[in-house]
Nanobody, 117 residues
């Protein structure tokens, strides 16, 4: 099993920045990819950012240039830095983790990010 602990959610003003962190706890050392999804009211869940075992990063078009993901392999964690936040970034953000290319996808509990003045 993989347990994911999310932190860094909360309320920020438009134009502000937020850093989020997700720490994975597992007895299995294998790793394939780790990242963040989000879901806002009335919208489908979407990938925000992900980094894989080779260090390859990908971002949703909606956050390119504003979101930056990094991985700390020693801590088995990822950080997501988001800048120039807008109200459209308001969503429930979920950390996710995949141990192998075809392996199971694990989810964090989901934490709220609200962008409002």
């Amino acid at each position: 099993q993989v347990q994911l602990v999310e932190s860094g959610g909360g309320l920020v003003q438009p134009g502000g920045s937020l850093r989020r962190s997700c720490v994975a706890s597992t007895s299995d050392s294998s790793f394939y990819a780790m990242g963040w999804y989000r879901q806002s009211p009335g919208e489908q869940r979407e990938l925000v950012a992900r980094v894989d075992r080779d260090g390859i990063k990908l971002y949703a078009d909606s956050v390119k240039g504003r979101a930056f993901i990094s991985r700390d392999s020693a801590k088995n964690s990822v950080d997501l830095q988001m800048n120039n936040l807008e109200s459209e970034d308001t969503a429930l953000y979920y950390c996710n983790y995949r141990q192998s290319r075809l392996g199971s996808l694990y989810w964090g509990r989901g934490t709220q990010v609200t962008v409002s003045s």
